[in-house]
Structures are given as structure tokens and as C-alpha cells.
């Protein structure tokens, strides 16, 4: 094994380390410009006895480096990038290429790059003569006592000359103020993503007949995901016919698809990093009820009124209100509430038949760091405004319990979902699987008369 040897060909071929030190130094200038960060990775996970679970970095970390090996850390001091990464050994002739330090610091543009052994000892040296030290505490109890030991140690031999952190800062805040507005890299790399998780909605859509499984509806999503060269999905995907769409965290995903009744699917691939997440509901056998078509636009509507929302200035909460206000009139029309609008809303009468929110930030973590709303001086609740570049889901629902004595809506779930990003105007929706009744049953009815030929 020569030292030079090159990767395979692979993602690290066409990585562009820019934005990654472009956010490095944003993030030094929001420290104020001194003071020292640690930033470590995630740490392998045993699955079970000696196999670990696929190794995905954290996101904070991936954010600041693109870097995506296990064993790794960045410490920025000095306004210079330190990547702590694995040394050559043994192990790269079992689990193949490793970048190690002689190769990790050009490719992804850091100052320094040094063994992961070393981390300790070099944060006791950088932190002598700080004032702050940057560190999330809590999120990996190795790295708290790395993190503290180091502190205590930096403290202990610079009683008496240059002295040693006294604050102990959370680089959480201003990291995720960051993540929250997307920059030109990150739109790139989410729109890639939500075009693959778009093809794998259509492939269900046209691969769905009565009689298969769950399960089976999933492997048409995962291989689309996977082929189109997405890493996997982003979370557990929810394929969900008939009663279980109303189960909100459904992932058994192992029973047969009936004719007659809906699946709800909601997954999204993850492509270098950046998630997606859409879900689909449509019939298992190609056409609706005239009672699933009614229940199904409902929900249409009421996404398109909460889309209508997405602009700067507004807020998840606005468009969560848009929503409701329109699922709520559905309900009332349906027969499943009772009396005036307004007072449905603030009883907040909807709740058994809606009963999450319209919507989250969506990026590096299907979940995005964010705040969603804080609370001001003042002791009020004020939620975040929309401002161009941030991404976020817009997902309405509709969920009827098994034994509503309503036969033909009973046991009913439907959810449709899309990827917004705000934009200087409004929003613009980037995922693009069919969604009208007419453009799911022509597609559907397309696949299908494919079988016959
Ligand atoms: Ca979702």
C-alpha cells in the first residue's frame, strides 16, 4: 500500500471543500473571532455483537467539514482548521480507503490535519491563553469527559501564565442559526435529493397492485433511492395501508395492500447528507372512492393554503393556521364536526382527526436545527420568520379513526407532503411526485394497461 494511493472513484472525487471552509469561517466570525471550538463527529454504534450500524457523521460536524469518516473531529483556533482524523493502520486492508492526515488536509481544505489520538493533547495546548472554549455539551458523553478533561488540564498548567477558558460556550446556537438558511451548496444538494425521493414516490405509484405488501411497495422505493445513487433513505419510510395511515410513526410496513383502500407512504432519500420528505397517499387498486376523492382533495386544499403562506415574514405557525382552517371546514362538510369554523379551530375540535404540525425546517437532518419559536424578553411565544434559503416540509393530514361510525371514511389516513424553500418572492416547491387525483389515477391506469401488453 503506497502512500499516494489514490481513492476509488467515489463521491470524494467530486467533493468541493469551498462552502465547508466558507461555513468554518462564518462560524469563527460569529465566536466574535477568538476562542477555540471543538466539533467532534458521531462515534460508531455496535448493532449487534460485533457489527456496528452504517456510520453517518453528525451533522453539525458534516456541515463544517464534508468529512464523513468515523473516528474524527474539527477544532477550529486561531481562525484555522485543525481535522483530527484516523492515522494509517491495518484496518484500511479489511474496510478499504481512508483519507488519513497526509490526504485529508488538502482534500477538504483545512489547515492542519493530525491523528485523532492526538485530539486531547493539542486542545490542552490550543486552549492555553482563551478566554472561551465552544462546545456542545451532551451529546456524546466520550467527548464530554475528552472535552473536560482537556479544559481541566489546560487550567491546571496555566494557573500561573497565561490562563485558561472560564466561559464554556454552546456552538448549537449560532451553528443552527446557520443551518437554518441554506446556502447555494446546500439548495443544490437538497433539490438532487428531492428529485430522487420524487422518482421513488412515482415508481411506487406505478409499481402498486392489490395483493402485495408493504413491504414490498418499500423495496420499489429503496431500490429507485439507491440506483439513482442516493446514500439510503433519510429516516425509517412509513408504507401504510388502509387503518395503519393513522398511525402517525407506522413502520412495520409488513402487512398485504387491499383493493379498495389507500396506502400512505411517506420516505425520503438522503443524498450526500441533505435529506427529503414527501409522502403520497393514493389508491391501492388505482382509483378512488368517491368518499376517499372527497377526503383526499380536502387535504390538497388545505396544502395549498398553507404553500400559499410560505413567504418571508411568515412562520410555521401561520402556515400550520392555513391548514386547520381549511381541514376544519373539510371536517365539517364531512360531517365529522359540528358548528362554527372559528370555534372548531380554538377548541382545537380538530385534533382527533389532525393531530401534528403542518410542517418542519427539513435539511441535513429530517428534523433541521432551527428553532421553530422561541420565547422574547417579554415572556411571549414568537415563532421564527421565513427568509430566503430556508427549507422546510408542508404536510397536511387527515386521519379517521377505525371505529368512526361512518363506514365509508372509517380507518381512512391521508397525508400529502412537499419540500418548500423560501424564496425572495414566496417559496418554490421542489418535489414533484403526481399528487392530483387525475394525475395519480392516469398514472396508476398507465402502469397497469403496461402489464396487460
Ligand atoms: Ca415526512
Known sequence: ????????????????????????????????????????????????ASNPYPFRSDSFFYYLT?????????????????????????REIWEGYRFHTENARARFAVEEARPIAELESALTELLAGQTDFWYAQGMEEYWDQLALRALKTARAAEQEKRGAPTALRDWREPLSAMRLRKD?????????????????????????????????????????????????????PIVAGGVHACTLHYTHN????????????????????????????????????????????????????ALAEIRPGSSLDLCHAAAVRVLTQGMKDLGLLSGDVDGLIERGAYQPYYMHRTGHWLGLDVHDAGAARRVNADGQEVWTAFAPGMTLT????????????????????????DDALVTPGGCEVYTAAPKSVADIEETMRQAAELDLS
Do not use: W
Not at 466558507?22 to 460569529?30: K, P
Not at 408542508?394 to 407532503?417: S, W
Open 254 to 305: 409488513d402487512a398485504p395492500l387491499r383493493a379498495g383502500s389507500l396506502v400512505l407512504i411517506d420516505a425520503g432519500c438522503e443524498y450526500r447528507g441533505y435529506a427529503a420528505d414527501i409522502t403520497r397517499t393514493f389508491p391501492v387498486g388505482g382509483r378512488f372512492s368517491a368518499a376517499q376523492k372527497i377526503c383526499y382533495e380536502i387535504v390538497l386544499a388545505a396544502q395549498e393554503a
Open 394 to 417: 408542508c404536510e397536511p393530514g387527515l386521519y379517521i379513526p377505525a371505529n368512526h361510525t361512518t363506514r365509508e371514511l372509517a380507518g381512512m389516513g391521508i397525508r400529502v407532503e
Open 66 to 90: 464534508g468529512f464523513s469518516e468515523t473516528q474524527s473531529a474539527l477544532v477550529l483556533a486561531n481562525g484555522r482548521a485543525l481535522l483530527f482524523c484516523r492515522a494509517r493502520d491495518e
Open 184 to 236: 447555494a451548496h446546500e439548495v443544490s444538494l437538497m433539490r438532487q435529493a428531492a428529485d430522487i425521493a420524487s422518482a421513488g414516490h412515482a415508481r411506487a405509484l406505478r409499481a402498486c397492485r392489490p395483493g402485495m405488501t408493504e413491504y414490498a411497495l418499500e423495496a420499489e422505493i429503496s431500490h429507485e433511492f439507491r440506483r439513482r445513487g442516493a446514500d439510503g433513505h433519510a429516516y425509517n
Open 1 to 48: 500500500m503506497s502512500a499516494a494511493a489514490a481513492p476509488p472513484l467515489s463521491r470524494a472525487d467530486y467533493f468541493d471543500p469551498a462552502p465547508f471552509a466558507r461555513r468554518r469561517a462564518e462560524l469563527f466570525s460569529r465566536m466574535g473571532g477568538s476562542g477555540v471550538a471543538l466539533i467532534p463527529n458521531a462515534r460508531e454504534r455496535l448493532r449487534n
